[in-house]
């Protein structure tokens, strides 16, 4: 039997089931992009806040490349358990508030008719990085990115996240043009401004005429995500029908810490967040920056160099004496680049760090290097770059920064200490093969030009500030390997201090 409506009364008592009936629920919120993150994270607040406040808040999820999660959650009726592992024992919850689950390219004129609905009062937003198929930096789309220009060819058939949400919009306008609030929750740093940037200037193209409109009714808060979703194993589908008594096809794994911080600024109503852990803030930005160079900084840097160095997850890495002082130094040169906090949200930085270490190291979520360091050509400017940047204006060194530069550079050669090929995952995957078969086994020329690809790493990868320590570190890493050269870091920093 499989976890539906049907079978939820006959649960065991140790799971946790919706405090609410989820077949009365109707659609508020559209989700496009519904992988693992969205079930662990943001379905689990609202899930929470209709329990704890009630409302039609049920989630239309959508996928826009794969059908695989509308076929693991449609036979359940949406329902999904999220497994939460600690040192102790695992927790498990079912999650009621996905409504329905959509696929794009199957299903375009339902999703575009969820979203022109007036009942739905919300579009969240998780595609990654590299899904918006944009220029982050100047906040414009990539007009000759395959998926934005057969969108602005074929109107009517969008394939990437802008296409279908700006065909969403545009039906909205014809049909009511009720006020939208559309939420993006990917590692962008302004994230709320950067989707408005990249919506406008996609319409501007496609759909002029509702630009004034798009201007006075639609609202693009800024948010904060945290949590730590490790992929779905096998292993957890075996385990969720042990602890569910029925199959779950969609179960997601995810540690115990979770955090949302959103901008107070909607065009209308959502749910009540606030009441179930969320921060509604007035400025997003000094709590969305101190996650990104810290956490996806620091996760960034083991997911590299801890797969040279042969581990296969953060936690064996983390666990490493020098790595976690490497660690400890990324965000030591981070935390300087901060914003301030306002004093009401009383943010302790040193125990942000602690406890980010305490975090990763937590072998149960079983979360692997491989799967971190995908993309890395859309991560490592918000991560790293732009941190870089920030120290070597104010005259500050970027010692551990450059290591893990030179760690990410040393990983897209595609091929590991052994010699045997790595699958590098990355929109750039292409050019990086290329420059490495120009320049066989040879660090320095391999850096060099890697360092010059304007859109990573634009004017810093021409730094001598920048570029030398990276060079030397690339080198390091050639010659010695990731965990001699981590070695050699450490016992330079414990030394130096």
């Not at 104010?394 to 920064?401: E, F, N, P």
């Amino acid at each position: 039997m499989r976890l539906n409506l049907s079978s939820l009364a006959t649960l065991p008592a140790h799971v946790q089931r919706p405090a609410y009936n989820p077949a009365s629920l109707e659609v508020g919120i559209v989700h496009l992009g519904i992988g693992a993150f969205h079930r662990a994270h943001q379905a689990v607040y609202t899930d929470d806040a209709i329990a704890a406040a009630g409302g039609d808040w049920g989630i239309c999820g959508v996928s826009l490349k794969t059908p695989t999660v509308r076929d693991q959650l449609v036979p359940q009726n949406g329902l999904y358990s999220v497994r939460t592992v600690a040192r102790g024992p695992d927790a498990w919850r079912v999650v009621g508030s996905v409504h329905e689950v959509l696929f794009s390219p199957d299903q375009l004129a339902d999703v575009v008719a969820r979203i022109a609905r007036a009942e739905t009062k919300i579009v969240t937003i998780t595609v990654t990085e590299k899904g918006y198929c944009a220029n982050v930096a100047k906040r414009e789309p990539l007009w000759d990115h395959a998926d934005i220009a057969n969108d602005l060819l074929h109107a009517n058939a969008p394939v990437s996240v802008l296409g279908v949400l700006a065909l969403g919009l545009f039906e909205r306008f014809r049909k009511r043009g009720e006020p939208l609030t559309v939420m993006c929750c990917d590692n962008l740093p302004e994230n709320g401004a950067v989707l408005e940037s990249l919506l406008h200037h996609f319409v501007q193209r496609q759909y002029p005429q509702i630009m004034p409109w798009l201007r006075d009714n639609v609202r693009f808060p800024s948010s904060m995500v945290d949590r730590i979703v490790p992929a779905t194993k096998p292993e957890d589908r075996t385990d969720a029908a042990t602890a569910l008594g029925v199959a779950d096809e969609g179960v997601v794994r995810a540690e115990p810490f979770s955090q949302w911080v959103i901008e107070d600024n909607f065009a209308g109503a959502r749910p009540a967040w606030e009441k179930v852990g969320a921060q509604l803030v007035a400025d997003v930005r000094p709590y969305e920056k101190m996650k990104l160079r810290l956490l996806n900084g620091s996760h960034s840097l083991m997911a590299y160099l801890g797969f040279l160095a042969g581990f296969e997850t953060i936690a064996e890495t983390v666990t490493n004496a020098s790595f976690a002082r490497l660690v400890d130094a990324l965000m030591v040169e981070a935390a300087s680049t901060l914003e301030p906090f306002p004093a009401s949200a009383n943010v302790d930085v040193a125990a942000y760090r602690a406890q980010l270490i305490e975090r990763f190291a937590n072998p149960n979520t079983g979360h692997r290097c491989a799967q971190i360091a995908t993309d890395g050509s859309q991560k490592i400017p918000q991560r790293w770059l732009a941190v870089a940047s920030d120290r070597l204006a104010r005259g500050l060194d970027v010692s551990a920064l450059a290591l893990a530069t030179a760690g990410w550079i040393r990983y897209v050669y595609g091929k590991d200490e052994v010699d045997i090929p790595i699958n590098i995952n990355d929109p750039l995957a292409t050019e990086f093969a290329a420059i490495a078969t120009k320049h066989p086994y040879d660090a320095l020329s391999f850096a060099d030009a890697v360092l010059r690809i304007e859109p990573i790493f634009g004017a810093l990868g021409r730094n001598p500030a920048f570029a030398a320590p990276v060079k030397r570190w690339v080198s390091a890493l050639f010659r010695e390997g990731a965990l001699a050269a981590v070695d050699s870091f450490s016992a330079d920093t414990a030394f130096s201090r």
